[in-house]
């Protein structure tokens, strides 16, 4: 059951996780996407709009690289 099972651990506390900042996002204030990544354990921060993935595929894939070690 999905909605009725209590959580019993989360996972940001013990998987290391990284927030990538979109520092030009006009859906999502970069200031409030900075302090949703207080959690994480590595913040990026990018000069990219919303969906960076899709407009800097190439600046995404090398934070990508950088946090599995490749």
């Known amino acids: 059951?999905?909605?009725?099972?209590?959580?019993t651990r989360a996972a940001w506390r013990e998987?290391?996780?990284t927030?990538?900042?979109c520092g030009e996002d006009r859906?999502?204030?970069p200031e409030k996407?900075?302090?949703?990544a207080a959690r994480a354990t590595g913040?990026?921060?990018?000069p990219v709009a919303?969906?960076?993935?899709?407009?800097?595929?190439?600046?995404?894939?090398e934070v990508l690289l950088d946090v599995?070690?490749?």
């Open 68 to 70: 599995v070690g490749g």
């Open 33 to 36: 996407q900075r302090a949703q």
């Open 19 to 21: 927030y990538v900042v």
């Open 43 to 46: 913040v990026v921060e990018l």
């Open 1 to 7: 059951m999905v909605f009725g099972q209590p959580t």
């Open 50 to 61: 919303h969906h960076p993935f899709v407009t800097r595929p190439e600046l995404l894939a």
């Open 27 to 29: 859906a999502t204030p």
């Open 15 to 17: 998987v290391p996780s």
